[in-house]
C-alpha cells in the first residue's frame, strides 16, 4: 500500500505555479521522496525526487518539509501538457518498486 | 538514445488465449520492471528482473503470468490462458546503475473478450 496522501485533484491556471502536496507522515530516515507523473495514455514519468533538500531540476521543484512529514512539488509555470495525474513515492532505496497510490489529477485550465 | 520500447502496443484476444508481452528497456540498463494497470485501479508492481534474475516477483498475480528475461536484455510476460480479468494496460520500466529514476515505456493495452 502507498505510503503517501495526496489530494484527489486539482486545479491551475496556465502560466500560473501549481503546487501539489503530499503527506508522508510515516517516512524513515533513510526513504527518499519521488515524483512521477502519468500524462494520459503514455507512460509513467519521473520528475525529482530527494531526501532532504530541497531540489530543483528544468521540470520542476521539491519542497521537503525540515521534519519531513510532508513534500509540495512545484510546478513552476504550469502548461497544457502538465495536466497529468502525479505520484508522489516513498522509497528506501532507487532499486525498487514503485508503489503507485491514486496520486493527484492535475488540470491545467488555459 | 532510445526509450523503453514495448510490443504490441494493444492486444486484443479471446478467453482462453495466450498472449505474449515484449519489452526492450534501454540498453545496458540491467533492472527491468513489469506493472500494470486494470480498470480503474492503481498501478501495480507485478515483478522485478536484475539482468536475467528475478529480484522480486511477489506481485505476479498467479502462475497464469510467466516472465523471462534471457540474456539479461530484453523482456517476456506471457499470459496462459487469458482471463477477463487480465484486460489492462501493461507497462515495462528499466533502470541503469547509477540512475534513480526508472524510465517506463507506453505501455501494452491487452483487451480480453
Known amino acids: 500500500d502507498a505510503k503517501t496522501t495526496q489530494p484527489p485533484s486539482m486545479d491551475c491556471a496556465e502560466g500560473r505555479a501549481a503546487n501539489l502536496p503530499c503527506n508522508h507522515s510515516?517516512?524513515?530516515?533513510?526513504?527518499?521522496v519521488y515524483w512521477y507523473r502519468q500524462i494520459h495514455s503514455q507512460g509513467p514519468q519521473y520528475i525529482i525526487h530527494?531526501?532532504?533538500n530541497n531540489e530543483t531540476n528544468e521540470m520542476a521543484s521539491l519542497i521537503i518539509t525540515e521534519d519531513r512529514k510532508s513534500s509540495t512539488l512545484i510546478l513552476p509555470h504550469a502548461t497544457l501538457r502538465d495536466t497529468a495525474v502525479y505520484y508522489c513515492?516513498?522509497?528506501?532505496?532507487?532499486?525498487?518498486?514503485?508503489?503507485f497510490g491514486p496520486g493527484t489529477s492535475l488540470s491545467v485550465i488555459p | 538514445e532510445a526509450g523503453v520500447t514495448q510490443f504490441p502496443s494493444h492486444s486484443v484476444i479471446e478467453k482462453g488465449q495466450t498472449v505474449t508481452l515484449r519489452c526492450d528497456p534501454i540498453s545496458g540498463h540491467d533492472n527491468l520492471y513489469w506493472y500494470r494497470r486494470v480498470m480503474g485501479k492503481e498501478i501495480k508492481f507485478l515483478l522485478h528482473?536484475?539482468?536475467?534474475?528475478?529480484?522480486?516477483e511477489s506481485g505476479m498475480p498467479n502462475n497464469r503470468f510467466l516472465a523471462e528475461r534471457t540474456g539479461g536484455t530484453y523482456s517476456t510476460l506471457k499470459v496462459q490462458p487469458a482471463e477477463l480479468e487480465d484486460s489492462g494496460v501493461y507497462f515495462c520500466a528499466s533502470q541503469g546503475v547509477g540512475y534513480a529514476e526508472q524510465y517506463f515505456g507506453p505501455g501494452t493495452r491487452l483487451t480480453v473478450t
Open positions: 510515516t517516512i524513515s530516515g533513510n526513504e527518499y
Open positions: 528482473f536484475v539482468k536475467e534474475s528475478k529480484q522480486d
Open positions: 530527494g531526501l532532504k
Open positions: 513515492i516513498v522509497s528506501v532505496t532507487s532499486y525498487d518498486k514503485v508503489i
